[in-house]
């Protein structure tokens, strides 16, 4: 049901002209200098049937022609690009937003409602840029951060797949504009879309697939070790120690906050398992602080050696040098003699300083974990207290082995590392 332009006209004041399409970062494409075509009136929108300026252009080389598919009263009723109707902010289809947002729309879907209604809805948009739904959009969503697409998805632009040469009937070669390319799986849904069901937000195979992947996703589970009562906080950009402190002393009392400014994160410890439990199921993937959304992880273990170093470094006190005193060391993965320990001219392995790796401890240290290097923790400054609560306690220990010295050799790097 073409609506011609010459036969119908009484509604014309309600078709829409337009100098800008409103298109996703994706649809547009990587090239800065895109050239479009524009047809005033050049199809009906797919949701509202009313004809609207119809944009053309090819969003990079080797990309398919790409142009608006529904009318900008649509696509900002529902905040979506004008071509794949996903949410301009997320890049989501709808029905993962709305769910997300909890959102019901009241979008008439029969023809004569639908259509007074968007011409309503027009007039209020062009009174208020913002609606409910901007305002809406705005606050911070833990499932739409967790699935939005953070960079565009060029892929998505590419030519579809040529039915003929999937038939092994294409004669075209090179020359073929489709894709030469085995089709992906045939039941995959993401071939068979509607575009009204996406616009909609109903039956959409993909936001079918999104949500169940947000399902899938997982948590963050306390660390076994009891002792661990800091967390790490990633991605601070230019957040100071302070921002740390004030957001973060609401879930219970806060020991200390190091920030580590080089590697953009910050260790908050707190003075109870219970807090930092709370912390990080209250911050893990929906803290957003200054506009940026923090990594939260668990503060590593120091290892289950851990609680037992102090004792023993007490132990071999009197007894300086002797080999024997050494503690016994769980992970002495060389099976060397506890009096080799020492191996001052290895630098300690990336794992060991690199504060990301506080998460899930990702594999056995590759060095034993040394009794000197919990020693001399709290010399480094208390601004880098990383460690677990058994050592951070730990006084300025005697120092036993040239290599225990914190200004030597291997331990050296390390200190200046973790002071950075
Ligand atoms: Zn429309
Ligand atoms: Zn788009
Ligand atoms: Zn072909």
């Known amino acids: 049901m073409a609506t011609s332009k010459t036969t119908n006209t009484y509604n014309r004041q309600n078709w829409e002209d337009a100098d800008f399409p409103i298109l996703c970062q994706t649809c547009l494409g990587d090239n800065p200098y895109?050239?479009?075509?524009?047809?005033?009136?050049?199809?009906?929108?797919?949701?509202?049937?009313?004809p609207f300026t119809v944009f053309r252009w090819c969003p990079g080389a080797r990309m398919r022609f790409k142009k608006t598919?529904?009318?900008?009263?649509?696509?900002?009723?529902?905040?979506?690009?004008?071509?794949?109707?996903?949410?301009?902010?997320?890049?989501?289809?709808i029905q993962v937003r709305d769910?997300?947002?909890?959102?019901k729309d009241d979008l008439p879907?029969?023809?004569?409602?639908?259509?007074?209604?968007?011409?309503n809805m027009e007039r209020e948009l062009q009174r208020s840029d913002s609606g409910v739904l901007t305002n809406k959009?705005?606050?911070?969503?833990?499932?739409?951060?967790?699935?939005?697409?953070?960079?565009?998805?060029?892929?998505?632009?590419?030519?579809?797949?040529?039915?003929?040469?999937?038939?092994?009937?294409?004669?075209?070669?090179?020359?073929?504009?489709?894709?030469?390319?085995?089709?992906?799986?045939?039941?995959?849904?993401?071939?068979?879309?509607?575009i009204k069901d996406?616009?909609?937000?109903?039956?959409?195979?993909?936001?079918?697939?999104?949500?169940?992947?947000?399902?899938?996703?997982?948590?963050?589970?306390?660390?076994?070790?009891?002792?661990?009562?800091?967390?790490?906080?990633?991605?601070?950009?230019?957040?100071?120690?302070?921002?740390?402190?004030?957001?973060?002393?609401?879930?219970?009392?806060?020991?200390?906050?190091?920030?580590?400014?080089?590697?953009?994160?910050?260790?908050?410890?707190?003075?109870?398992?219970?807090?930092?439990?709370?912390?990080?199921?209250?911050?893990?993937?929906?803290?957003?602080?200054?506009?940026?959304?923090?990594?939260?992880?668990?503060?590593?273990?120091?290892g289950r050696a851990g609680p037992s170093i102090n004792p023993s470094l007490d132990a071999y006190e009197p007894v300086p040098g002797l080999p024997g005193t050494l503690p016994e060391l769980s992970n002495n993965f060389f099976n060397l003699e506890p009096g080799h320990i020492p191996l001052p001219n290895m630098?300690?392995?990336?794992?060991?300083?690199?504060?990301?790796?506080?998460?899930?401890p990702p594999m056995p240290p590759f060095f034993f974990n040394p009794p000197q290097i919990s020693a001399y923790v709290p010399t480094a400054a208390s601004s880098s207290t990383v460690t677990g609560e058994g050592t951070v306690g730990a006084p300025k220990t005697t120092v036993h082995y040239p290599s225990q010295d914190p200004a030597r050799l291997g331990a050296t790097q390390l200190h200046a590392d973790r002071q950075e």
């Not at 769910?99 to 959102?103: E, H, S, T």
């Not at 109870?272 to 209250?282: C, I, S, V």
């Not at 630098?347 to 899930?360: E, K, N, Q, T």
């Open 34 to 50: 895109i050239r479009m075509t524009k047809e005033k009136y050049g199809k009906e929108c797919k949701i509202c049937s009313r």
């Open 69 to 93: 598919e529904v009318c900008q009263t649509c696509s900002k009723l529902k905040n979506v690009c004008q071509t794949c109707l996903l949410d301009l902010e997320y890049g989501l289809p």
């Open 99 to 103: 769910a997300a947002l909890k959102l």
């Open 109 to 119: 879907k029969s023809d004569v409602n639908k259509e007074y209604y968007i011409q």
């Open 137 to 194: 959009l705005n606050e911070p969503n833990d499932l739409l951060m967790r699935l939005a697409r953070t960079a565009p998805y060029y892929k998505r632009n590419r030519p579809h797949v040529c039915s003929f040469w999937v038939k092994g009937e294409c004669r075209r070669g090179e020359e073929c504009p489709y894709r030469h390319e085995k089709p992906t799986d045939p039941e995959d849904p993401l071939a068979d879309q509607n």
């Open 198 to 302: 996406r616009y909609y937000g109903i039956n959409d195979p993909v936001a079918d697939k999104l949500l169940k992947r947000a399902a899938a996703m997982p948590a963050l589970p306390p660390p076994e070790d009891k002792t661990i009562t800091t967390l790490y906080i990633g991605n601070l950009g230019n957040l100071t120690e302070q921002d740390i402190r004030d957001h973060f002393y609401q879930y219970g009392e806060i020991r200390s906050v190091s920030l580590v400014a080089k590697q953009q994160c910050a260790f908050v410890q707190y003075t109870t398992r219970a807090a930092a439990e709370t912390a990080a199921e209250k911050t893990f993937n929906k803290l957003i602080l200054g506009g940026r959304r923090l990594t939260i992880k668990w503060g590593r273990s120091q």
């Open 347 to 360: 630098p300690p392995p990336p794992s060991l300083i690199v504060p990301p790796m506080f998460g899930p």
